[in-house]
């Protein structure tokens, strides 16, 4: 078997774009990845044309020799960009792989470890700040509607969410820091309540998460975690390139802590587990590429750490991520996006099953999902809207002494 061509898609998904490779052979089976990124998708697209040269006429199934060939043509250049290209390629040579033998890559890694995953509502009121309108849900103007929004959670049967540092209005925000990364007095009152309605809205057996990203610095994050604890969640997202710092966040607080998505491969993760940093680690595997984060899981197990898959792209993404879940034994819960754009369920030949909060592990060949490139193709990106939202953050948030 060869590889004939490989294409890729930039599509439209609101606020993001997702980005998909397909890859063709000379035997008719084509395999699907997807290496989704929220700024740089032609970054990503070009790299993989790059790699294109090195591919084509190549054995997709021999997905371990390709992977090493395409790292050390971007040896110079590890991580971001470079990775993600790398990924979803690497996704898409599983794929056919799994297709050619006419078996699920869930059978062809091992699995089933389980029947179905946990997922949570990701991205809960943060989507409805950058998009509503185009989502076609209610806006975020007052705190009742929050409220409103929690009670939508767990009727539609979810038992966890995530959301970000958002807050209501006309029109609604999200909450951004300035160069200093500090949390202001206001901020961690905002914070507090926000938390604080969720939590009475969905009520003590529905888990909350909140995503911080990359907006303070740790002493502002332990200030964030300390106020939490009242509210028992499931954890506090914390992306930092310093596990040190994240272990001190961690040993000062009861608030569970989690972090990972921005990192690559078991190098890049290694520190992390070496030091405890935190308590759950999120894989993202349109950035890893399916046999790399198979290898950081298991790593994850000898460290005896839980992960989670980071998972705010298309249905592709979450048919790869919840293949990833049946296919290791410690596997706390996996990201799901559900306000997202109307033709999401059209790009897909399938949709994820959800009952009760929980997704069934794909059973049919490959991923058990493919690309409608029609859709695909009438859904380009266009990069032309905002990913936090137009309005003004208030200033009594971002006034006042910090926290202290």
């Known amino acids: 078997m060869k590889i004939t061509n490989i294409e890729t898609f930039v599509v439209d998904a609101g606020w993001r774009p997702w980005l998909f490779v397909k890859v063709e052979t000379d035997e008719g089976i084509t395999g699907w990845g997807e290496c989704s990124d929220g700024a740089n998708p032609m970054g990503i697209k070009g790299t993989i ?10 054995d997709p199934r021999e997905f371990e020799k390709r992977f090493g060939e395409m790292y050390r043509m971007t040896r110079q250049s590890p991580g971001g960009i470079a990775s993600k290209a790398i990924a979803g390629l690497d996704c898409a040579f599983i794929d056919i792989k799994a297709r050619a033998l006419g078996i699920s890559v869930v059978e062809l890694f091992g699995g089933p470890t389980r029947d179905n995953v946990r997922v949570y509502w990701s991205h809960c009121g943060g989507s409805r700040v950058r998009n509503h309108e185009l989502i076609g849900v209610p806006p975020l103007q007052t705190w009742n509607d929050i409220t409103a929004l929690g009670k939508e959670v767990v009727d539609r049967g979810f038992t966890a969410l995530k959301t970000n540092v958002i807050g209501p209005g006309d029109p609604a925000f999200w909450v951004r820091t300035g160069n200093d990364q500090v949390a202001s007095r206001g901020v961690i009152n905002h914070i507090e309540k926000l938390i604080g309605t969720f939590r009475e ?12 990203n990359f907006h303070f610095k740790p002493e502002s994050c332990l200030r964030i975690a300390k106020v939490l604890e009242q509210f028992d969640m499931l954890w506090l997202e914390i992306d930092m390139y310093q596990p040190e710092s994240l272990r001190q966040i961690k040993d000062s607080t009861t608030t569970r802590i989690c972090t990972g998505e921005n990192l690559f491969y078991m190098r890049d993760y290694l520190p992390y587990f070496q030091n405890h940093a935190a308590d759950m680690f999120m894989i993202d595997v349109p950035w890893n590429g399916f046999s790399q984060s198979k290898k950081v899981g298991d790593l994850a197990e000898v460290f005896q750490h839980n992960v989670a898959p980071h998972n705010y792209y298309s249905h592709l993404s979450t048919f790869i991520s919840a293949t990833l879940c ?78 202290y």
Do not use: C, F
Not at 49 to 58: C, F, P, R, V, Y
Not at 375 to 395: E, F, K, L, T, Y
């Open 201 to 212: 809205a969905v009520g003590s057996e529905v888990d909350i998460n909140l995503d911080l």
């Open 49 to 58: 044309e790059d790699l294109k040269q090195i591919l084509i006429g190549k």
């Open 326 to 403: 049946a296919v290791l034994p410690n596997v706390r819960i996996m990201e799901i996006d559900i306000d997202d754009v109307p033709w999401k369920d059209d790009l897909t030949t399938d949709t994820p099953e959800i009952i009760n909060g929980y997704m069934t592990v794909p059973t049919k060949p490959g991923w058990g999902v493919e690309i409608d490139e029609d859709v695909a193709r009438a859904h380009p990106w266009q990069g032309n809207r905002s990913r936090d939202g137009s309005a003004q953050i208030p200033s009594e948030l971002l006034t006042g002494l910090p926290s």
